[in-house]
């Protein structure tokens, strides 16, 4: 595809209830990238994939987030019994190879009530 | 640990002015500097740095590095109301973990009419 496409674009959830983001990434990019940013806040890091190597889950504030990705495609990034600060926008990036220039997705705007 | 600082992180101009955004990193080891442009929700890539003292340009934007003094700027003349947005600047650390781009906070530039 001609960018890096995330879905939905918003979310609404309740408080306790599981949600999945998914990030198609740009066709022949290695790496992808999660993030997180809460309102007024910068970027920050949550985990990312680079081909077929673990993936560098540094980031993940909690073990209720978890992320998959298929090979070198889509990635689905999982929250379990979401809460209140979870609200938050969620940014996929993928670039051509470790280390290259990211490029990012529109984001999945999510509220948890 | 690595950080990346940039400065002011808020500017109010009016259309026609020129502006100036900073950015100052302390990172193990650099690999790259890369500018984005945020509105709404997704970052957009703008410019990436790697040698000192070459000016890259794009339109009214440019930027430039000094890895000497590690820091970059990023110029925008001229400015118009469609230049409103987040700057992000991020440095790409070579080898690192946390998906290995390091972001700044940002700085928000708002241009009056």
């Known amino acids: 595809g001609a960018g890096v496409s995330q879905s939905p674009s918003n979310k609404v959830t309740e408080k306790g209830k599981d949600v999945e983001l998914r990030c198609d990434p740009i066709?022949?990019?290695?790496?992808l990238y999660w993030y997180r940013q809460r309102l007024g806040q910068g970027l920050e890091f949550l985990i990312y994939f680079q081909g077929n190597s673990a993936p560098d889950k540094s980031g993940l504030p909690s073990d209720r987030f978890s992320a998959e990705r298929t090979g070198e495609s889509v990635s689905t990034l999982t929250i379990q019994r979401t809460q209140q600060e979870d609200s938050a926008v969620y940014l996929c990036?993928?670039?051509?190879?470790?280390?290259?220039?990211?490029?990012f997705g529109p984001g999945t705007r999510l509220l948890v009530l | 640990e690595d950080k990346v600082v940039q400065s002011p992180l808020s500017l109010v101009v009016h259309e026609g002015d020129t502006v100036t955004l900073n950015c100052s990193y302390e990172v193990t080891n650099f690999r790259s500097l890369l500018w984005y442009k945020q509105e709404k929700k997704a970052p957009t890539f703008l410019f990436m740095l790697?040698?000192?003292?070459i000016e890259k340009k794009s339109g009214r934007l440019s930027s430039i590095l000094d890895k000497k003094e590690l820091f970059s700027i990023l110029n925008i003349t001229a400015t118009q109301t469609g230049d409103s947005a987040i700057y992000l600047c991020a440095v790409v650390n070579r080898g690192g973990s946390q998906g290995n781009l390091i972001f700044g906070k940002g700085t928000k530039l708002s241009v009056k009419p």
């Open positions: 066709s022949g990019h290695t790496a």
């Open positions: 790697t040698s000192s003292g």
């Open positions: 990036a993928s670039s051509i190879a470790w280390q290259e220039t990211q490029y």
